[in-house]
């Protein structure tokens, strides 16, 4: 029951639980990036609801706007706030994560005009100066969100929230290792349930997640397999790949491992530097930071391990030069070491490329000569 | 026992079948719009030259709408035509690594071991550059057909240079070249050198093993191949087939090494 009302919500944008959030007067923010302080919003009753593309491939007004050089997920995303499917947030915080998100969240503020939009500086280096500057940044963002909102955010209740997201991260990885050795879960649901995290209070995801646990299912595959690269969101192209038989037994994407399996826990430092900390060290595993390839690179070799996967996909969308670049060298890489890795380009929710995509993950399989 | 295989690309659809361990027969048609349709035509087509029935044949499906043969019954399975191009080539010679295929739409560069198993492939991405279609483009600016672009290479002392790598792009650097009154011959023959091009970057990215073979539609045209064979510093080996069979021909090997036994 609970795996279907997390699909449920996963599949729409205003869930019931956001309707009943935003009855009780509270305020509901959109946003891009895993470099959002979840806690410190939820402090303040606002609740960070992450930007998807919801499998939505039609993107004529969009392409107005942007171009259709821009990443289709980008693309996607502000065709949903141009037609309106985004008109229950208050407001954007347009947290610093790409060029393209940084371009998207421009046509935003012109098209539509939200009352609130505040730009979260984020730095794409990790060194004591600029760890100092994130905090700084964050608490402005705090101060923007007492402004706007007319609350309170107090110290005392950031970090009674970031013991919640502690618990949650904690969740989240014994959720992932019911995946590895003998996997219950397809990685279609484990998207399904990274995106209903990003949609959700963290009162109502926890008890949803631990129910959602027990319902371990029959998996049948034919090779285990690591998912890679930039956001992906897409939970019919992951069911898509999984149909040919590469169960996704991982991912070390912003919505997958990467959003929550290296972070650290509060330590009872000051608030706002554990913030920035914890943020900002995890956001290595976005290629948007420099100097830190080798950091991603073990990641996806130490979680390939760990989930005895049999090969790994490396995806990105067409136009995504930080992933294109990145997804390029890990190849040669990965192989290198011994690990059968695929490169797949494609397009956001096209589905003119499915079966483009499908051949390439049969024949990957057939190499992996399960 | 009777193995067949069907192969449905973008242009071209080939069925082949084995009696004894021997390529009995085999048919290459234009596509018909629904790949389904096309590999029932082209299978059917060949059966009926061959006298036989569908039942009494084991057949495997790859390429276009391979799925949905096995779906309908027509098939008993599928395979990648990946696989299938590196077995078909594998078990004409088995000294073969590397498999260069380009087709209509596609251009792989596969690699096997010793055995004939899959090592490693790569396809070309969202993009015509390095296709079949790429050469459909230039050869319509030019007024020529596909096998006069082929043969330009061997009448011209100074091919011009494509830079464009974008397969538009390089279309309007060939107008160019027409309205500078450029031979011809000249035009061609880049278009054939820049095709080369293309392909080598794409086999670097899995290297080149010998021995190499080219198959696919592309492999006709003997200006490409050469121009391949000089950038790769490689001699093609020759599988003395038809090259647009051997994908259709690997998976009627891969059905006759699963059920050959039965």
């Known amino acids: ?370 | 026992m009777l193995f067949g295989g069907t192969d449905v690309g973008s242009l071209t659809a080939q069925a082949v079948v084995l009696e004894d361990g021997k390529i009995a027969g085999y048919r290459n048609i234009r596509v018909l719009p629904n790949p389904v349709e096309s590999a029932k035509r082209v299978m059917g087509e060949l059966l009926e030259e061959l006298g036989l029935r569908q039942d009494e044949v084991v057949i495997f499906s790859t390429g276009y709408g391979r799925e949905k043969l096995v779906e309908v019954g027509f098939a008993r399975e599928h395979v990648s035509e990946i696989s299938c191009h590196g077995r078909g080539a594998f078990w004409l010679n088995p000294a073969i690594r590397t498999i260069i295929d380009i087709g209509g739409q596609d251009a792989k560069v596969i690699r096997v071991d010793g055995e004939g198993n899959l090592v490693n492939f790569v396809m070309n991405d969202k993009c015509a550059a390095g296709t079949g279609r790429f050469l459909e483009i230039q050869a319509k600016a030019l007024g020529l057909t596909l096998d006069e672009l082929g043969e330009m290479t061997f009448r011209s002392a100074n091919p011009v240079v494509i830079t464009a790598r974008c397969s538009i792009y390089a279309e309007t650097e060939v107008l160019h070249y027409m309205q500078r009154g450029v031979a011809k011959e000249d035009i061609a023959a880049g278009v054939n050198r820049s095709m080369a091009e293309r392909i080598y970057y794409l086999a670097r990215r899995v290297g080149v093993e010998r021995e190499v073979t080219l198959t696919g539609g592309v492999a006709k045209n003997r200006g490409v191949k050469q121009e391949l064979e000089k950038i790769l510093n490689v001699k093609f080996v020759d599988l003395g087939v038809d090259p647009q069979i051997v994908g259709a021909l690997g998976a009627a090997i891969f059905a006759m090494e699963k059920y050959g036994g039965e």
């Open chain 1, 1 to 370: 029951m609970s795996l279907s009302k997390i699909h449920e919500i996963a599949a729409t944008l205003e869930n019931e639980y956001v309707r009943k959030w935003k009855s009780e007067g509270n305020a509901v923010v959109g946003h891009a990036c895993i470099a959002m302080p979840k806690e410190m919003a939820e402090a303040g009753k606002i609740l960070p609801f992450r930007l998807r593309g919801a499998g939505n491939a039609d993107t004529s007004t969009a392409d107005s706007y942007l171009s259709r050089y821009n990443c289709s997920l980008c693309r996607s995303c502000l065709e949903l706030v141009l037609n309106g499917s985004y008109d229950f947030l208050d407001g954007f915080v347009r947290v610093r994560g790409c060029d393209h998100w940084m371009g998207t969240f421009d046509e935003i503020a012109h098209a539509r005009k939200p009352e609130f939009v505040h730009y979260l500086k984020v730095p794409h280096l990790v060194n004591e100066d600029t760890l100092e500057f994130f905090a700084g940044e964050i608490k402005r963002l705090k101060e923007a969100f007492e402004g706007r909102f007319g609350v309170e955010i107090s110290e005392d209740e950031i970090v009674r929230y970031a013991r919640i997201q502690d618990k949650i991260n904690e969740k989240m990885r014994e959720f992932y290792k019911l995946r590895f050795r003998k996997p219950n879960f397809y990685g279609s649901d484990a998207i399904a349930v990274m995106v209903a995290r990003e949609s959700l209070p963290s009162d109502i995801f926890f008890p949803l997640l631990d129910s959602a646990m027990a319902e371990k299912r029959k998996i049948d595959y034919r090779a285990k397999v690591l998912l890679a690269g930039s956001p992906l969101d897409e939970i019919e192209l992951v069911r898509k790949i999984e149909e040919m038989g590469a169960l996704i037994v991982a991912e070390t994407t912003c919505f997958g491992g990467g959003a929550f399996w290296n972070m650290v826990e509060y330590d009872g430092s000051d608030v706002y530097e554990f913030l920035a900390r914890k943020y900002l060290e995890n956001l290595k595993i976005c290629a948007r930071m420099f100097g830190e390839y080798a950091y991603r690179k073990n990641f996806i070799k130490s979680m390939a391990e760990e989930a005895e996967v049999d090969g790994v996909i490396l995806q990105h969308n067409k136009f995504c030069d930080l992933f294109g670049i990145e997804n390029a060298k890990l190849r040669m890489d990965l192989e290198k070491e011994g690990i059968p890795t695929l490169v797949l380009e494609k397009e956001y929710a096209s589905t003119a490329d499915i079966g483009r995509i499908k051949t390439r993950v049969q024949a990957f399989i057939e190499r992996m000569g399960r």
